[in-house]
């Protein structure tokens, strides 16, 4: 996935090369970078290669990687009030499966992380805060609940979490750690292909080892 950097919004790519090319600010700004997958990325060079801040109000704040303990990591650089995204990879992707570790860094924070976003109303996404942790489905501007687990899963600020999301065809799955969550289900048709996004709807979010491959 790329973007129109003048119009703030998602523009379609072709598949390019990998996720190793190309050049990158810590803000998120990217030169040419491969989408060829697996595409990877654990920001330890310091950039965070093929992601640009985007939201849909053409304002969107600044993404920096920062050191981390031992290694680094990609977050807003400041705490968020209104849906913030980091957006890459291609939307020539169909059958993928991501997964990437994620951090509340305080109590109130609401993450989503993306699977197949093409353009601003249709995609996948993972909602994950204290107490929540559901996949959902929009296409063309309508959003459905896809997994909402019962009893839902312990998510606590300040601890990393590995959150997978599959999607082959229709079929979507989802993961928390590398344990199922709910059972596989149907999304609409609509949401066929794209790239990814990781993005937080409010408070301070980080995220590390991003990895998506071609769905198993």
């Given amino acids: ?31 040419p970078t491969s989408t060829t997958l697996p595409f990877t990325e654990d920001f330890e060079d310091g950039v965070a290669n093929g992601f640009i801040p985007w ?9 920096e990687v920062v050191a981390d303990g031992a290694g680094k990591i990609y977050q807003p650089k400041s705490a968020v009030s209104a849906l913030e995204f980091a ?20 109590a109130d924070t609401d993450a ?3 699977l197949r976003f093409k353009e601003p109303k249709t995609y996948l996404v993972l909602e ?15 959003t459905t609940d896809l997994i909402s687990p019962s009893p839902k899963p312990v998510i606590t600020a300040g ?40 993005g937080a709807d409010s408070g301070s979010i980080s995220f590390d080892n991003l990895s998506v491959t071609a769905a198993p």
């Fill in 1 to 31: 996935l790329a973007l129109d950097r003048s119009a703030h919004r998602p523009a379609g790519t072709g598949a390019g090369g990998g996720a190793t090319g190309g050049t990158s600010t810590g803000a998120g700004g990217t030169g």
């Fill in 55 to 63: 939201n849909d109000k053409s304002t969107a704040g600044v993404w």
């Fill in 87 to 106: 957006v890459g990879g291609s939307t020539m992707w169909t059958d993928v499966a991501m997964t990437v570790k994620v951090r509340l860094n305080d």
């Fill in 112 to 114: 989503q992380v993306v």
């Fill in 128 to 142: 994950m805060a204290e107490g929540k942790y559901k996949l959902r489905g929009r296409a063309a501007g309508s």
């Fill in 159 to 198: 601890t990393w979490y590995t959150v997978g999301i599959t999607a082959k065809g229709t079929t979507v799955s989802l993961t928390l750690d590398g344990k199922a969550i709910g059972s596989p289900v149907m999304c609409a048709a609509a949401i066929s292909n794209g790239g990814v996004a990781l």
